[in-house]
């Protein structure tokens, strides 16, 4: 018989006189087996009972507020991603510092590492450098190792926005003499193309940060294979940068943040605006918005430039504001953005190719108001748009504002460096994909570039409010 289990033999009733039949003892037995019985019965209509309850009281649909996103679960790594950061020769990092300082008239100094970096909206790069070099970081998405060859990222932590302006421009002329940031920009990269971990996969699992929009210019083509941290693509093409290669860091805020709560009263202005009048390329708008908006009673619109007093006005000004506009400038993004949102000042975006940091995680809907350019510039559309917005609507916005600033705090522990590295770590998975696939793709005839991209809404939207 098959699966049979074998017969154990049955003891001869003969063999001895102690298996003779008992009539006590078999009821004794019937009854506790009468009692198991029961008892294995019971417990079986109680698991029953339970399995039922269970089924039928279960939401469907689970608590959003108690359970991950499912693009979080999805995409978030099991294990921390190890990067190595390289120890670049000091004048890529401490030295841009120095020279800094040097061409604004200071001595130099005996230990460059005791200098700290000009406070300006690109600190990014020095907040990530002090990061990876804090040996009690803890909770991040990414480790950093000591040996290369365990890394799964190589962060290159080049001061590249503050290179840019290391040697000052002025009467509108960079200065030949002393500091230049081509000739750094060229001996940085002929220092990592000697690199062995650049010339195993050409540098796809490097990371650079250039947030301003003109950083690494001139060897951008040189290193666009790796995940650049940018502020916007503005001045990048489609085949050096994209949403799906590179990561979209906030600017840092340069006015202090707004402690005070949500509300209405204090806030006199329905709209604000300090800044440059006069933009090159999509900034143009910014002219026509002020011919617009400066007869306005309740609108508080001026040109200004960078300065103490113009940051002193400029936190005045929005911290007693319900709105604050956002024109493109330059390129489509600024710090004045940021600026707003650390000062629940509703941002008014009317910058059409505008890309924001954190879009995973930040409904920019809920904390900000998006205007197209065309709508924006009909006269008496965009104050009418804004003063229709009930104080009930206002009040939602800010209690969204409040809930995400953090992420634009670079000294908030989790805050936007925390935010910048696991947004780094997503990278992973595609640059793997990337490296394997750049090695068995054979010789092709391209009549354009083959790069990766995102096709977005081609409709778009005339404003995020419905009327």
């Known amino acids: 018989m098959i699966n049979q289990r074998p017969i154990k033999p049955r003891p001869n009733p003969s063999s001895s006189s102690s298996s003779s039949f008992d009539p006590h003892k078999s009821d004794q037995t019937l009854t506790k087996m009468g009692r198991r019985s029961i008892f294995k019965l019971t417990l079986a209509t109680l698991l029953f009972i339970f399995a039922f309850y269970t089924l039928f009281h279960t939401p469907i649909h689970p608590n959003p507020h108690t359970h991950l996103h499912p693009q979080t679960i999805l995409q978030t790594p099991q294990q921390s991603v190890k990067i190595y950061m390289y120890n670049l020769p000091s004048r890529f990092t401490y030295g841009v510092i120095e020279s800094y300082e040097i061409s604004r008239g200071a001595k130099g100094f005996d230990d460059v590492t005791t200098l700290k970096y000009p406070g300006n909206q690109h600190a990014a790069e020095w907040h990530l450098f002090c990061d990876l ?26 001061f590249s926005s ?33 690199q062995f971990y650049w010339k195993r996969n050409n540098g796809r699992d490097h990371v650079f940060i250039c947030q301003d929009p003109n950083a690494l210019y001139k060897v951008i083509d040189r290193v666009k294979n790796a995940v650049l941290l940018v502020s916007d693509f503005g001045r990048l093409g489609s085949d050096q940068a994209s949403l799906v290669k590179d990561v979209v860091l906030p600017y840092s805020h340069r006015i202090n943040a707004y402690k005070g709560d949500t509300g209405v009263e204090n806030r006199k202005w329905l709209m604000f605006f300090m800044g440059n009048r006069y933009r090159k390329e999509g900034g143009r708008i910014r002219d026509l918005l002020f ?16 300065s103490r007093e113009s940051r002193r006005m400029a936190t005045q000004g929005m911290h007693t504001s319900k709105f604050c506009l956002h024109p493109a400038g330059d390129t489509p993004s600024a710090c004045r953005l940021f600026d707003a949102i650390v000062s629940l000042c509703v941002p008014v975006i009317i910058s059409d190719y505008i890309e924001l940091p954190f879009e995973d995680v930040i409904d920019y809907r809920k904390i900000a108001v998006f205007v197209d350019t065309e709508s924006a510039l009909k006269p ?40 910048i590295w696991r947004q780094v770590s997503l990278k992973l998975p595609l640059i793997k994909l990337m490296i394997n696939r750049d090695k068995r793709i054979v010789q092709r005839q391209l009549s354009k ?12 939207i005339q404003s995020s409010l419905k009327r």
């Open 133 to 158: 070099n804090n040996t009690k970081r803890s909770g991040s998405d990414v480790t950093r190792v000591s040996d290369p060859g365990q890394a799964d990222l190589f962060y290159v932590p080049f």
């Open 162 to 194: 503050l290179s840019l302006v290391a040697n000052p421009v002025r009467n509108g002329v960079v200065p030949k003499e002393g500091y230049s940031d081509e000739e750094t920009q060229e001996e940085l990269v002929m220092w990592l193309e000697e």
């Open 291 to 306: 011919q617009l908006l400066e007869d306005e009673n309740d609108v508080f619109i001026k040109h200004g430039s960078q």
């Open 380 to 419: 008496g559309y965009l104050a009418k748009l804004l003063r229709g917005v009930k104080k009930e609507r206002i009040l939602e916005f800010q209690t969204e504002l409040k809930k995400v600033q953090h992420y634009f705090e670079y000294d908030n522990p989790d805050g936007a460096v925390k935010e």
């Open 449 to 460: 570039p083959d790069c990766s991209c995102v096709c977005s809404n081609q409709t778009g």
